[in-house]
């Protein structure tokens, strides 16, 4: 089965600053990559899928990148409505799993 | 718009038996994959299981393979997940969500319901 880790597995920001998180799967998945914000005691959301492509209605300051095995979030300034846990996903649905990362933490500092 | 209200939730004895369910509304239920997805207390997502459109196709994770089976029944735009032979780990806020079409990632998600294995 593939394998999903992520790293920072939490990271202390203030707003305004430039956060990126980093998710890397144990073969490659070409570009079935999806990331997902998720605030206590809700659901989670999805936010950016196929690696890089922005889910509608999520605002331009999250963007994703990567491809193969080494994939990226990042958001370009962030703002107090983004303190979550962020979860990468492998979505390759023909290998019959979907695997989840660990999670990222993003904090105040 | 697109919801997802799961039920069936609750308290349940190791080795007991509990069925979740699905209500989906705001989108054409019979043309989408959907999925379990759970989430232990303080802990990260699991996915658990997937069924196709017509029921065809279903994997599971193998964490529960063997003890849970996901159904569905499109003319009452409802999905399912019965699980049996429940164990302490199975504690968690269990979530359907939809999968995008031809991709493989969940776009819409239920609130939730928690399941408690104890005794």
């Known amino acids: 089965d593939i394998q999903m880790t992520q790293s920072p597995s939490s990271v202390s920001a203030s707003v305004g600053d430039r956060v990126t998180i980093t998710c890397r799967a144990s073969q490659g998945i070409s570009s079935w990559l999806a990331w997902y914000q998720q605030k206590p005691g809700k659901a989670p959301k999805l936010l950016i899928y196929a690696a890089s492509s922005l889910q509608s209605g999520v605002p331009s300051r999250f963007s994703g990148s990567g491809s193969g095995t080494d994939f990226t979030l990042t958001i370009s300034s962030l703002q107090p409505e983004d303190f979550a846990t962020y979860y990468c996903?492998?979505?390759?649905?023909?290998?019959?799993?979907?695997?989840f990362g660990p999670g990222t933490k993003v904090d105040i500092k | 718009q697109v919801q997802l209200v799961e039920s069936g939730g609750g308290l349940v004895k190791p080795g007991g038996s509990l069925r979740l369910s699905c209500a989906a509304s705001?989108?054409?239920?019979?043309?989408?994959?959907m999925s379990w997805i759970r989430q232990a207390p303080g802990k990260g997502l699991e996915w658990v299981s997937y069924i196709s459109s017509s029921g065809s196709t279903i994997y599971y994770a193998d964490s529960v393979k063997g003890r849970f089976t996901i159904s569905r029944d499109n003319a009452k735009n409802s999905l399912y997940l019965q699980m049996n032979s429940l164990r302490a780990e199975d504690t968690a806020v269990y979530y359907c969500?939809?999968?995008?079409?031809?991709?493989?990632?969940?776009?819409?998600w239920g609130q939730g319901t928690l399941v408690t294995v104890s005794s």
């Open positions: 996903q492998q979505a390759n649905s023909f290998l019959g799993v979907f695997t």
């Open positions: 969500a939809r999968v995008r079409k031809g991709m493989g990632h969940f776009d819409y």
């Open positions: 705001g989108f054409t239920f019979s043309d989408y994959y």
